[in-house]
């Protein structure tokens, strides 16, 4: 049996297959195993957490946008293909547009009490714009991120989603840090080129 190490809270086995482990317990789900989602939620949840609270900022927000995930990955599961990348970060990706769909619509709900008169005046403009430009942006960095190959991908969205550090990628995807820091440089700059963003 392989022997356990932990990384932010999360038990990844020795040889760095959680990945490999989140993705044959997708499967196992997509069966109706309810074991394999339990241990599916002990081993992503609280990274998952993060990913969503770094999202949304309020606590309670995030705790029933994590549900919210869980419940999708239940549900959906079966749309999950193994041989297409990794469990871990289709589960993220899901947990990510969760939270922006969760901003979007109390951004809406907002705008409607305003234009309705039912808040103050005294909206602050300038951060109803600034959440507004934040969302169409991060909806423009996942599409552009759609367009990486899938090494490159998996590694921006574990670092910028998933909050893990380079070394910790490179465990995680069971390749060398400097291929991961290649990958995250190659996909970064593909990324700028996509947005039309010159640095």
């Known amino acids: ?17 959680a990945g ?39 606590r309670s927000q995030s705790e029933e946008v994590l549900q919210e995930v ?18 871990r970060t289709w589960i993220l990706t899901i947990a990510h547009r969760r939270a922006v769909d969760r901003v ?20 602050a403009h300038d951060s109803v714009a600034e959440q507004v430009e934040l969302s169409i942006e991060g909806d423009r960095v996942v599409s552009a991120l759609g367009t990486l190959p899938e090494p490159q991908r998996e590694a921006l969205v574990l670092s910028y989603y998933g909050g893990y550090s380079q070394s910790e990628i490179a465990v995680l995807v069971k390749a060398p840090l400097g291929t991961v820091k290649t990958r995250m440089r190659d996909g970064l700059s593909r990324l700028r080129n996509e947005m039309g963003v010159n640095v």
């Open 1 to 17: 049996m392989l022997g356990e190490m932990v990384i932010d809270g999360v038990d990844v086995p020795e040889d760095g297959s």
């Open 20 to 58: 490999d482990l989140a993705a044959d317990l997708l499967v196992r789900v997509a069966r109706g195993d309810q074991r394999a989602f339990a241990e599916l939620y002990d081993l992503l949840s609280s990274r998952v957490f993060g990913l969503i609270l770094r999202v949304l900022v309020n």
């Open 70 to 87: 869980f419940l999708e990955i239940w549900q959906s599961a079966g749309r999950f293909v193994p041989n297409r990348g990794q469990g």
């Open 104 to 123: 979007r619509a109390s951004q809406s709900s907002t705008d409607r009490d305003v234009r309705a008169g039912i808040r103050d005046i005294g909206v």
